[in-house]
């Protein structure tokens, strides 16, 4: 078991109610986790709560919460330090947007390359390179004397992952990490993923709200609504015989080629 | 189904001039009829010109070249007075209403501006009026009196397609109207927009990227690329398409059907440049089916079976298709 999350709760600032309560999942190695709900169904509350990146006050609590053998909750930010970025790391809706549009890319990948290891400059810019080539970049080199904004949206998004798995994570996290892109960008995007999950064995947690990339990608599926779990376990089960109405609306609510048309 | 054509888009170009006496062609010749009572969807990745092509229907920005016949007036060539009363006629929703509305302006004033405007009613009228359109679009009158940012997704959006249909405009033009919303909302806002047409035989020009929404409740679809019209089809018929581009696109819709995602197919590359097209076809760079003949010719839309044309030199056949 690589990550275990039981009764999860969070909440922003101090007397308000909780955002997200009672979420309990658990994820092997290898393993693809989709979170899927709406717009604040809490889903990105819970993975922002795994990275300890809550912001805003937020804060959160569990009675068990152990990623390989480390007991989230109790660790120091020291620690966080060293596990953000190396074992955990994070794909964001648009990777262009984590960056600093003033530095070129490769500068940015040196940095966090170096915060990370004791590779010199260019041995970093070497691993740079070869991590872009990896996401099928082509001219790598170009890239990184690039900035973000001279990319397109599919680019920035296989920077974005180049990045988050330099260090071969046990675990990403991805928050709608194709929601921006054009279908045919997304379908190249999820490729990607799935060639970097099941390529090396690394854990993934999908924060989405398109239930057809969810149910492509995922061994597990969490349905969630008001910060609430209301459906969780195999994809093909819930797919099948969702148990909550909430899941069964939103799984006819999908347009569907060769669906029941309206007209 | 009518059979009364009410628009006619006839040849639209669009171009802009770009730096070093460079033009940019963003719409390439885009020819369609709309007909009365119908839905045509506009389907494209960005870049491919939807916006550039609204914003010719819409009179916003007026084409370099050809001409838009809408109530027996080419509306391109229209300025003034004669542009302000087209707008009767033709309406639009936005993709983002929140963008749209004046934030300082309650819903029942919003939605009964357009009216205004024309001295349809008067103001003491605004109040019935304001709670008639709210009716219309499924909302609860007490939402009259209320402001933009008090209210859902959702409910803005509707709340802009009672301001469009105040009017009882002949066309109403979405431009991705329901792509920022959750499914289940979009869900409920297409169903909405479909009872809208049956009861009030309002015809709508949607533009959106999502093929499997449009294929849904369209009649008739445009699939664009690079500013081309590559296939033109019917909703029902989509399957059935037989451009390359199409294809790839119906490929890369995921569904919460297992079965169907082994269809899942991936298009390689990224789409070029505007102001560094292919010559011949388009789409030949990413065509895995690409000759030597479409890198010189580019293909013209050709009618290939009755109200389905499709621009390829080689067209797929129903079984290349994979469906």
Redesign the interface.
């Known amino acids: 078991m690589l990550l275990t999350v039981e009764d999860l709760s969070v909440s922003y600032g101090k007397d308000k109610p909780p955002t997200v309560t009672g979420v309990s999942f658990y994820l092997n190695e290898g393993e693809v986790l989709a979170i899927v709900g ?2 604040g169904s809490g889903k990105t509350t819970v993975i922002r709560a795994l990275l300890n990146a809550l912001g805003g006050g937020g804060h959160f609590q569990a009675e068990k919460m152990l990623f390989n053998g480390q007991n989230l909750p109790e660790l120091s930010a020291s620690d966080w330090r060293n596990l953000r970025g190396k074992e955990l790391s994070m794909i964001f809706q648009d990777s262009g947007n984590m960056m600093n549009p003033v530095h070129t890319i490769g500068k940015q990948f040196v940095e966090y390359i170096q915060t990370h290891s004791d590779l010199g400059k260019k041995a970093a810019y070497d691993l740079a390179a070869e991590m872009l080539t990896r996401m099928n970049l082509p001219n790598p080199e170009n890239i990184l004397r690039s900035y973000t904004f001279e990319l ?4 920035r998004q296989r920077v974005g992952i180049a990045m988050a798995i330099t260090f071969q994570p046990k675990l990403l996290l991805a928050d709608e990490p194709t929601s921006a892109l ?7 995007i ?2 990607e993923l799935l060639f970097v999950t099941k390529g090396s064995g690394t854990a993934m947690i999908m924060v989405t ?5 969810a ?2 990608m995922a061994d597990k599926l969490m349905v969630m609504k008001s910060g609430r779990v209301v459906d969780y376990g195999k ?2 089960e819930i ?1 099948q015989n969702p148990q909550s109405d909430y899941t069964k ?15 | 189904m009518s059979e009364e054509i009410i628009m006619r888009v006839e040849h639209i170009t669009k171009k802009f001039p770009v730096s070093e006496g460079r033009t940019l062609t963003a719409v390439d010749d885009v020819s369609f009829v709309v007909r009365k009572g119908e839905t045509v969807g506009i389907v494209g990745e960005s870049g491919c010109g939807k916006t550039t092509l609204l914003k010719a229907l819409m009179c916003i920005e007026p084409p370099t070249a050809g001409r838009i016949i809408f109530r027996d007036q080419d509306i391109t060539k229209l300025s003034g007075e004669a542009k302000r009363q087209n707008y009767r006629h033709l309406q639009m929703v936005f993709q983002d209403p929140t963008a749209a509305f004046n934030p300082k302006m309650k819903v029942k004033d919003i939605i009964c501006e357009p009216l205004l405007n024309f001295d349809l009613i008067k103001k003491n009228e605004v109040k019935a009026k304001a709670a008639a359109l709210l009716q219309a679009v499924e909302l609860p009158e007490d939402f009259a009196e209320r402001y933009p940012h008090n209210m859902s997704g959702g409910q803005r959006q509707r709340v802009a397609i009672a301001r469009a249909l105040a009017l009882s405009p002949d066309i109403i033009v979405c431009d991705e109207a329901t792509s920022a919303l959750d499914v289940s909302v979009q869900d409920s806002i297409v169903r909405l927009l479909v009872r809208l047409q049956k009861e009030q035989g309002v015809t709508y020009i949607f533009v959106c990227h999502d093929l499997a929404l449009v294929s849904l409740f369209s009649q008739r679809i445009a699939v664009m690329y690079l500013g081309n019209v590559m296939e033109k089809i019917d909703g029902d018929k989509l399957r059935a398409a037989r451009h390359p581009y199409t294809r790839a696109l119906l490929q890369a819709v995921f569904s919460t059907d297992q079965e169907k995602n082994k269809y899942i197919g991936i298009l390689p590359g990224d789409i070029p440049s505007p102001l560094d097209m292919p010559t011949g076809c388009p789409f030949r760079n990413r065509c895995a089916y690409a000759e030597e003949v479409c890198a010189v010719e580019k293909p013209v839309l050709t009618e290939t079976e009755p109200n389905h044309f499709v621009a390829c030199h080689y067209p797929l056949t129903a079984e290349e298709n994979g469906w």
Do not use: C, W
């Open positions: 709406e717009s397109s949206g599919g680019m054009d279908v045919t960008t997304q379908a190249q999820v490729g709200h398109n239930l057809g990339v149910s492509y994809t093909e797919l609306t939103l799984l006819k609510a999908v347009p569907e080629i060769g669906g029941v048309r309206f007209v």
